[in-house]
């Protein structure tokens, strides 16, 4: 997510992340297999995700009607039980009708309006897989979690974009970025209008009333970056050195600037070949990104496709950030909400490495100058941004810090050790997830040097790092 157009988080629920943990079944004795636990373990969101599954696979076929905006439709999910269960959550915000898991009818709850809980036939045994069948109906803008009410749509536009929640409100999951998996997208919406979502257009399907838009990504992808954006969009296809990409723009936005906003499209792919020159290759099939018109203050890194606001001023900096976030975010995912900077932090430090390569001014000099002219008693210096909080994982300074930690260690552990660092980082860990201690544990590897005083002072200590060489100051 790019904070140049900074927008406060809404306010969230909380508490360090653990295990998953296996709940034991209520003492109705229903079932003699434990129930799976209806968060993954989450230290800021503790319903987030469930226990005791893996998700491998969405297939997602929704019916959207702009007018109403009503939803309603079936996702099948291939998954597998990661311990005996005789009941699992899902993290889905909508009415669901009806539920089967392997073609037999599930009973299915609601223990919180965030949970589904799926009572199966028979227990599943752990290491089972399993196809899990939920069909649903509702109007997701009626919905809210964590304080959040995250549907962006009107009678003409519908956008599925938000962070660090946007699944429950269109889909059934498990819905931490811990279980990423790959997603098929189909959604019909009346005849004309159009719809994009993640990965490449696999089929168009008419009828005289609809049209059915049918996307596919094939990499495992976290599910807040899963998306589809529905009304009238200008799309424009091509080819770049090899690369696919697909741009679209809404035409709520008015000619002039949708114009704009689709020239600043055009720029995707070779900003994604720039950054191959730091970065190794680009990590998935396609690229390009999508303006709504929608009134939408930030623009999201989703899989292979971001979403953005209009852009019809500057943004070569905002395409940038968002398109480094395919490797850092989207290919290598966080573990856990905590380790946010891992994902801002690398995605502004690759703002400055664009200035940097064309010559314009050093990341060096951007961090000397923001060193410099930020006093040591502003607030921006008392954030532990190893760690910020629930509240405040789209602060400012998780951003900037974030950017100045890896600048930093670039300057106290050199050039030459810093990138392959970074390559390392991606090759290790790409199609995963990691954890700051992760980051830590492979710099000091690939330097050669203890490390620990400098991520405490950048990471973990309120205050204005000194300006020692131990901190990459000096």
């Given at each position: 997510?790019?904070?140049?157009?900074?927008?406060?988080?809404?306010?969230?629920?909380?508490?360090?992340?653990v295990?998953p943990?296996?709940?034991?079944?209520?003492?109705?004795?229903?079932?003699?297999?434990?129930?799976?636990?209806p968060?993954?373990g989450d230290?800021?969101?503790?319903?987030?995700?469930?226990?005791?599954?893996?998700?491998?696979?969405?297939?997602?076929?929704?019916?959207?009607?702009?007018?109403?905006?009503?939803?309603?439709?079936?996702?099948?999910?291939?998954?597998?039980?990661?311990?005996?269960?005789?009941?699992?959550?899902?993290?889905?915000?909508?009415?669901?009708?009806?539920?089967?898991?392997?073609?037999?009818?599930?009973r299915?709850?609601?223990?919180?309006?965030?949970?589904?809980?799926?009572?199966?036939?028979?227990?599943?045994?752990?290491?089972?897989?399993h196809?899990?069948?939920?069909?649903?109906?509702?109007?997701?803008?009626?919905k809210?979690?964590?304080?959040?009410?995250?549907?962006?749509?009107?009678?003409?536009?519908?956008?599925?974009?938000?962070?660090?929640?946007?699944?429950?409100?269109?889909?059934?999951?498990?819905?931490?970025?811990?279980?990423?998996?790959?997603?098929d997208?189909?959604?019909?919406?009346?005849?004309?209008?159009?719809?994009v979502?993640?990965?490449?257009?696999?089929?168009?399907?008419?009828?005289?009333?609809?049209?059915?838009?049918?996307?596919?990504?094939?990499?495992?992808?976290?599910?807040?970056?899963?998306?589809?954006?529905?009304?009238?969009?200008?799309?424009?296809?091509?080819?770049?050195?090899g690369?696919?990409?697909?741009?679209?723009?809404?035409?709520?936005?008015?000619?002039?600037?949708?114009?704009?906003?689709?020239?600043?499209?055009?720029?995707?792919?070779?900003?994604?070949?720039?950054?191959?020159?730091?970065?190794g290759?680009?990590?998935?099939?396609?690229?390009?990104?999508?303006?709504?018109?929608?009134?939408?203050?930030?623009?999201?890194?989703?899989?292979?496709?971001?979403?953005?606001?209009?852009?019809?001023?500057?943004?070569e900096?905002l395409?940038?950030?968002?398109?480094?976030?395919?490797?850092?975010?989207?290919?290598?995912?966080?573990?856990?909400?905590?380790?946010?900077?891992?994902?801002?932090?690398?995605a502004?430090?690759?703002?400055?490495?664009?200035?940097?390569?064309?010559?314009?001014?050093?990341?060096?000099?951007?961090?000397?100058g923001?060193?410099?002219?930020?006093?040591?008693?502003?607030?921006?210096?008392?954030?532990?941004?190893?760690?910020?909080?629930?509240?405040?994982?789209?602060?400012?300074?998780?951003?900037?810090?974030?950017?100045?930690?890896?600048?930093?260690?670039?300057?106290?552990?050199?050039?030459?050790?810093?990138?392959?660092?970074?390559?390392?980082?991606?090759?290790?860990?790409?199609?995963?997830?990691a954890?700051?201690?992760?980051?830590?544990?492979?710099?000091?590897?690939?330097?050669?040097?203890d490390?620990?005083?400098?991520?405490?002072?950048?990471?973990?200590?309120?205050?204005?790092?000194?300006?020692?060489?131990?901190?990459?100051?000096?």
């Amino acid at each position: 997510m790019n904070r140049s157009l900074r927008r406060t988080s809404a306010a969230l629920l909380a508490t360090v992340v653990v295990a998953p943990v296996l709940l034991t079944q209520a003492a109705s004795g229903e079932e003699s297999a434990p129930a799976g636990s209806p968060g993954i373990g989450d230290a800021y969101w503790p319903l987030d995700g469930n226990g005791g599954i893996d998700v491998a696979s969405y297939r997602i076929k929704n019916r959207y009607d702009l007018a109403s905006q009503r939803l309603e439709g079936r996702t099948v999910l291939e998954l597998t039980a990661t311990a005996e269960l005789g009941s699992f959550n899902l993290d889905f915000l909508l009415p669901t009708t009806k539920v089967t898991v392997d073609g037999r009818r599930a009973r299915h709850s609601r223990p919180d309006k965030h949970e589904l809980r799926i009572t199966p036939a028979s227990p599943l045994a752990a290491g089972s897989t399993h196809r899990v069948v939920v069909h649903y109906a509702g109007n997701p803008d009626d919905k809210r979690y964590a304080g959040e009410r995250n549907w962006l749509a009107n009678d003409r536009e519908v956008v599925a974009m938000n962070q660090p929640h946007m699944a429950p409100w269109w889909f059934p999951g498990n819905d931490h970025p811990s279980d990423k998996a790959t997603f098929d997208i189909s959604t019909t919406v009346d005849r004309g209008r159009e719809v994009v979502a993640n990965g490449t257009l696999v089929s168009k399907t008419r009828t005289k009333r609809t049209v059915t838009w049918r996307w596919r990504a094939e990499d495992p992808m976290a599910t807040y970056l899963a998306f589809f954006a529905a009304g009238d969009f200008e799309i424009e296809r091509g080819t770049t050195g090899g690369l696919p990409w697909v741009n679209a723009v809404s035409r709520l936005q008015d000619d002039r600037t949708r114009a704009g906003s689709m020239r600043a499209l055009r720029t995707s792919a070779s900003v994604v070949k720039g950054l191959e020159k730091d970065l190794g290759p680009y990590p998935f099939e396609v690229t390009g990104g999508i303006s709504t018109g929608l009134p939408v203050g930030f623009a999201l890194e989703n899989q292979t496709r971001p979403t953005y606001p209009t852009l019809g001023g500057p943004a070569e900096s905002l395409i940038v950030h968002e398109l480094a976030h395919q490797w850092f975010g989207d290919d290598v995912a966080i573990a856990r909400w905590s380790d946010i900077w891992l994902n801002e932090g690398a995605a502004t430090f690759m703002e400055w490495r664009w200035v940097e390569r064309k010559g314009s001014r050093s990341a060096a000099d951007i961090l000397r100058g923001s060193y410099d002219n930020i006093a040591a008693d502003d607030p921006f210096w008392d954030l532990t941004i190893g760690d910020p909080g629930k509240d405040r994982i789209f602060d400012n300074a998780v951003y900037e810090r974030g950017a100045m930690t890896l600048q930093a260690l670039r300057q106290r552990i050199g050039e030459d050790a810093f990138w392959l660092l970074l390559r390392t980082w991606l090759q290790q860990k790409a199609g995963g997830n990691a954890t700051t201690q992760d980051f830590e544990a492979l710099a000091a590897s690939v330097s050669g040097q203890d490390l620990t005083s400098f991520f405490t002072a950048w990471l973990r200590t309120p205050g204005k790092p000194a300006r020692t060489a131990d901190n990459g100051l000096s």
